[in-house]
């Protein structure tokens, strides 16, 4: 038996020392053979077991560009776009509306029913379009012009008297605005004081604002502001409103009818007049004050009139020039 020793590994030639055993052992004949050389498949083989095989390291993705991205895209919008047009002639996608521009200044109104007005008093809007109505009944021919002078002290222009001293729209920094009217009372043919209650005999006043279709605004129970310099009684309950003297009340956007506002409500008021100043006609609408005190009826059966329910009235007509 040879006692050539193995070779260390496929890939490792033979060393000295084998190639001196295989001589020796060739000369005394019967030796084994050569110790073979490892093939080269042999020795790439053993090479990758030894060699520690290194990790992979992932490659970093690079980002896609816009034009990449746009390209990638192009065909899924295409076809998005054909499939909403679609839904879009089926009715199946709502097309949303613009909403109304919201109302200038001034130009609010009040709903088509009775509703409480602010700073107090009711809205005539459940009358909005009823011509001739009227919270206080007033006697025929109350509303036609303004009452004449009086000619006699027995006259029915007697006694007290009520009067529009102003009326205009005004607005406040807020934006909201109302029809702000002036009372001026009177009593001619008497020097006997009118005091009246500051609430109005607790009614307040009524407003009617009739236009040719009827009703453009109406409120009652609307109640009165006095000027400090206003004389009043000992227990500040009513006012001397004797020689002139008088108030102001106010119609808010709210006792207006829908579809008109205060500023051109309150133009509509004013008479046409020429250049000189004259009044030629009436009024486009017609503005009605009225209240009803105790005080108004006392007075005039102390100067020997009808009580009249202690109601007056004031109209924005007046006699137009005659030609």
């Not at 409500?265 to 004259?278: E, K």
């Amino acid at each position: 038996m040879s006692s050539l020793p193995p070779a260390q590994g496929p890939d490792e030639s033979p060393s000295d020392e084998q190639w001196e055993a295989f001589l020796r052992d060739a000369m005394e004949g019967g030796g084994a053979g050569a110790p073979k050389e490892a093939s080269a498949r042999d020795r790439l083989a053993a090479a990758r077991v030894r060699r520690p095989r290194r990790p992979r390291r992932p490659r970093p993705r690079r980002p896609r560009s816009a034009t990449a991205w746009l390209a990638a895209a192009a065909p899924w919008t295409a076809v998005a776009a054909v499939v909403v047009f679609g839904a879009f002639q089926m009715g199946l996608i709502p097309v949303p509306r613009s909403s109304p521009p919201a109302p200038a200044a001034g130009s609010a109104s009040g709903p088509a029913e009775a509703v409480s007005l602010p700073g107090g008093g009711t809205s005539d809007g459940d009358q909005c379009g009823t011509k001739g109505y009227h919270h206080f009944p007033l006697p025929a021919g109350a509303t036609d012009v303004e009452p004449p002078s009086p000619a006699s002290p027995a006259s029915p222009a007697s006694g007290p008297q009520l009067s529009l001293s102003h009326y205009g729209y005004a607005a406040d920094p807020g934006g909201e605005g109302g029809i702000v009217i002036g009372l001026r009372f009177t009593t001619p043919g008497t020097k006997k004081p009118l005091r009246v209650s500051r609430t109005l005999g607790g009614e307040g006043a009524a407003v009617e604002i009739e236009g040719p279709d009827g009703l453009v605004a109406g409120a009652h129970g609307l109640p009165v502001s006095w000027p400090s310099a206003a004389r009043a009684s000992a227990s500040g309950a009513s006012v001397d409103v004797s020689d002139g003297g008088g108030g102001e009340i106010v119609v808010p956007a709210e006792a207006l009818c829908p579809g008109h506002d205060g500023d051109s409500v309150a133009r509509s008021l004013v008479p046409p007049a020429d250049s000189t100043g004259t009044v030629t006609g009436p009024p486009p609408y017609r503005l009605v004050v009225s209240l009803r005190d105790p005080a108004v009826g006392t007075l005039r059966t102390t100067l020997g009139l009808p009580a009249g329910g202690g109601l007056l009235s004031a109209v924005n007509l007046v006699p137009a020039a005659r030609s």
